[in-house]
C-alpha cells in the first residue's frame, strides 16, 4: 500500500462526511420527505464504510511505515559501516574497465591485424588468378575459386577474424562460466568454408602459442 492509496482513501471518507452532513441537514428540514430520509441513509451507511475503509488502511499504513523506518535505519548503519568495502568496490570496478578498456584496445588490434592478413590471402590469390593459375588437382601453386591461395604446395585460406576473437572469447568465458551463453561460439564463419578453415588454422596456432 502507497501513501496515495491512503490519502485517497481519506479523501473518499472526507467526500462521504461532508455528503452525510448535507444529507443531515436536508432530513432535518422535511422530516416527512421519504426522498431526504433514504439519501440521509444512504450517506449514514455510505460514511460509515468509508471512515472504517480508511481507518483500516491507516492503521496498515502506519505498520508498513514503521518497517520502511526500521529499514531505513539498517540501510544508514549499513551503509557507515560498509564504508570500506563501497571503497573497495569503486576501485574494483575502476580495474574491470580499465581492464576491459585495453581488452578492447587489443581486440581491435588484432582483428585489424586478422583482417590485414585476409586481404592479403586474397590478393595473393588474385594475383595467382591474374597470372591464369587456377588450382586443379595435384598441382601446388594456383588460385582457388573461393579467393584462397596455394603457394608451393601450402594451402592459405581465408579468415574469417572476427570468428577467431568469438572462438577466444567462448573459450575464456567457458573457462568461468561453462553455462553462459557467449561459451558456444557460432559455427558458420563469416566468408563461408575457406574462412572457416583459415580461422581455425589460426585458432590452433593461438592455441599452440599460449600452451608453451
Do not use: F
Amino acid at each position: 500500500m502507497t501513501t496515495e492509496d491512503l490519502e485517497r482513501a481519506e479523501a473518499e471518507a472526507g467526500r462521504a462526511a461532508e455528503e452525510l452532513q448535507a444529507a443531515e441537514r436536508e432530513y432535518a428540514a422535511l422530516r416527512t420527505s421519504t426522498a431526504a430520509y433514504d439519501r440521509h441513509k444512504d450517506a449514514v451507511e455510505l460514511a460509515d464504510q468509508a471512515a472504517v475503509r480508511a481507518r483500516l488502511l491507516r492503521q496498515d499504513w502506519e505498520v508498513q511505515q514503521e518497517a520502511r523506518d526500521r529499514r531505513a535505519a539498517e540501510g544508514e548503519a549499513a551503509a557507515r559501516e560498509m564504508a570500506g568495502a563501497a571503497e573497495g568496490l569503486a576501485v574494483s570496478r575502476v580495474r574491470a574497465v580499465e581492464a576491459v578498456v585495453e581488452a578492447r584496445r587489443a581486440m581491435g588490434r588484432a582483428l585489424a591485424a586478422l583482417d590485414a592478413h585476409d586481404h592479403l590471402v586474397r590478393a595473393a590469390g588474385a594475383e595467382l588468378e591474374r597470372r591464369g593459375l587456377r588450382t586443379l588437382e595435384g598441382e601446388p601453386t594456383g588460385a582457388s575459386l573461393d579467393g584462397s591461395a596455394r603457394i608451393g604446395g601450402e594451402l592459405w585460406p581465408l579468415v574469417d577474424g572476427a570468428g577467431v576473437l568469438g572462438h577466444c572469447l567462448a573459450e575464456e568465458v567457458a573457462g568461468l562460466y561453462p553455462r553462459h551463453p557467449l561459451a558456444r561460439p557460432a559455427r558458420g564463419a563469416y566468408g563461408g568454408v575457406s574462412a572457416a578453415a583459415g580461422r581455425d588454422r589460426v585458432l590452433a596456432l593461438v592455441r599452440a602459442e599460449r600452451g608453451r
